[in-house]
């Protein structure tokens, strides 16, 4: 039982049961230079993960992580 300020609430918790010990996934990460002149480049990094298998097993509902990404960076030469 939690007490708050605007009265009872009443909250549950519980372990997450049926996770697997690994999955399948794939990245895909491109990689765009643009050269500003011959010592600084430009660099753009969009990333990309896509689940293969679900992490949960044997749950009423299969979850798959799936992350979007995207660096930008400068590169300087010497």
Not at 8 to 27: H, R
Not at 58 to 70: E, Q, S
Request: charged share 15%; proline share 5%.
């Amino acid at each position: 039982m939690l007490v708050a300020a605007g009265g009872n609430q009443n909250t549950t918790t519980g372990d997450i049961q049926g996770l697997k010990p690994a999955y399948f996934d794939v990245s895909v990460r491109p990689d765009f230079v643009y050269n500003v002149n011959r010592k600084i480049g430009i660099s753009l990094l969009p990333s990309a993960r896509f689940a293969l298998s679900s992490i949960t097993k044997d749950g009423p509902v299969k979850t798959y992580v799936n992350t979007f990404g995207l660096g930008l960076g400068l590169n300087v030469h010497f």
